[in-house]
C-alpha cells in the first residue's frame, strides 16, 4: 500500500498538489502575481519556510558532493513538513496577506518541482 505519511513519494507528491491546490482556490494569475507581487515575511512560520527554500542550493549541493540522491528527498520531505506547518498557521486563501502567502507557496512549490525533476519523477497538479 502508499503512504500518505512520512518520506514517500506519495507524500510529497501529495504536498505538491495540495499547495497547486491553493494556487487554484484562490482565483489569482500566478504568472501576474510573480510579476508584480512582494514576499512579506511577518509570520513565524513564513520565515521558517522561506529560510527552508532559500537553503535548496546547499540541499543540491550537499546531494551532489556526497552521491546521495537521498539527500535532496530528505531536503524535500522537510520542506513539505514546514509547509504544513505554515498552512496550518497562516491562513493564505483570503487573508490580508494573501498575495505574499501565495508567492511564497509558489516558491515552494518550484522547489518541490526541481527536485522531482532531478530526481526524475513526475510532479502531480491535481489529487
Do not use: W
Not at 66 to 72: A, D, K, V, Y
Not at 81 to 88: A, H, L, V
Not at 103 to 118: G, W
Amino acid at each position: 500500500m502508499l503512504s500518505l505519511q512520512g518520506n514517500t513519494a506519495v507524500y510529497l507528491l501529495y504536498a505538491h498538489a495540495r499547495i497547486c491546490s491553493i494556487q487554484r482556490k484562490s482565483g489569482k494569475d500566478m504568472q501576474e502575481l510573480i510579476q508584480k507581487g512582494t514576499m512579506q515575511l511577518a509570520h513565524e512560520k513564513e520565515l521558517q519556510l522561506a529560510l527552508k527554500v532559500a537553503r535548496f542550493p546547499e540541499a543540491l549541493e550537499e546531494c551532489l558532493e556526497e552521491l546521495m540522491p537521498n539527500r535532496l528527498t530528505e531536503y524535500q520531505f522537510e520542506l513539505s513538513q514546514i509547509f504544513s506547518d505554515f498552512y496550518n498557521e497562516c491562513q493564505i486563501v483570503g487573508s490580508p496577506e494573501e498575495d505574499s502567502r501565495l508567492l511564497l507557496a509558489e516558491s515552494t512549490a518550484v522547489v518541490m518541482r526541481k527536485c522531482f525533476d532531478l530526481l526524475g519523477i513526475t510532479p502531480l497538479y491535481r489529487i
